[in-house]
């Protein structure tokens, strides 16, 4: 389980907990999430979205370790962890081929489930940043910042997310 808290200026999320959640990327303060961000668009150019294949892991080393990756499935809409960078695995834990539904992340503003559905749903990225404490971390809260980002390899439907989390240590 994964919780946010006591974001500054953040809307409450309930039970005293806040987090930033949304399409804007001055949700996050990270500089790594928004030069992950920038990579993105820089891919995706005048397409709507990027492919996989467009994405070049020697173009961002410095990054892999807060990458994630997810497959996107249908009917019924779900999400498989495909890839987890070292960052993402050592707060998350391993969730390589676990789908989202059985092994989702919580926030208590929404749902790991509900943020990707949102991705699926609009196109857009979707940004979060809160105090968050992984279930691997139990007591060792960390700042979190991330962006998810769609994927296509037609152009048209998303059928990856490439997520990119950063955690900075409380």
Same mark, same amino acid.
């Given at each position: 389980?994964?919780?946010?808290?006591?974001?500054?200026?953040?809307?409450?999320?309930?039970?005293?907990?806040?987090?930033?959640?949304?399409?804007?990327?001055?949700?996050?303060?990270?500089?790594?999430?928004?030069?992950?961000?920038?990579?993105?668009?820089?891919?995706?150019?005048?397409?709507?979205?990027?492919?996989?294949?467009?994405?070049?892991?020697?173009?961002?080393?410095?990054?892999?370790?807060?990458?994630?990756?997810?497959?996107?499935?249908?009917?019924?809409?779900?999400?498989?962890?495909?890839?987890?960078?070292?960052?993402?695995?050592?707060?998350?834990?391993?969730?390589?081929?676990?789908?989202?539904?059985?092994?989702?992340?919580?926030?208590?503003? #929404?749902?790991?489930?509900?943020?990707?559905?949102?991705?699926?749903?609009?196109?857009?990225?979707?940004?979060?940043?809160?105090?968050?404490?992984?279930?691997?971390?139990?007591?060792?809260?960390?700042?979190?910042?991330?962006?998810?980002?769609?994927?296509?390899?037609?152009?048209?439907?998303?059928?990856?997310?490439? #997520?990119?989390?950063?955690?900075?240590?409380?």
């Amino acid at each position: 389980m994964l919780l946010a808290r006591n974001m500054p200026g953040a809307p409450a999320a309930g039970d005293g907990m806040e987090v930033r959640v949304g399409p804007d990327p001055a949700i996050v303060t990270n500089p790594r999430v928004l030069e992950f961000h920038r990579y993105w668009r820089a891919l995706r150019g005048d397409r709507r979205f990027p492919a996989r294949k467009d994405i070049e892991p020697t173009d961002i080393p410095h990054l892999l370790s807060g990458i994630l990756l997810l497959d996107v499935h249908y009917d019924p809409l779900d999400f498989e962890y495909r890839l987890l960078g070292d960052d993402v695995g050592t707060h998350f834990g391993s969730l390589k081929g676990k789908q989202v539904r059985t092994a989702a992340l919580i926030n208590l503003s #929404s749902s790991a489930y509900r943020n990707y559905c949102e991705v699926v749903e609009t196109g857009l990225p979707q940004f979060l940043e809160g105090l968050a404490t992984g279930a691997y971390r139990q007591g060792r809260p960390a700042l979190m910042s991330r962006v998810h980002c769609p994927l296509s390899a037609d152009g048209e439907a998303v059928d990856k997310i490439i #997520s990119y989390v950063a955690f900075l240590e409380k």
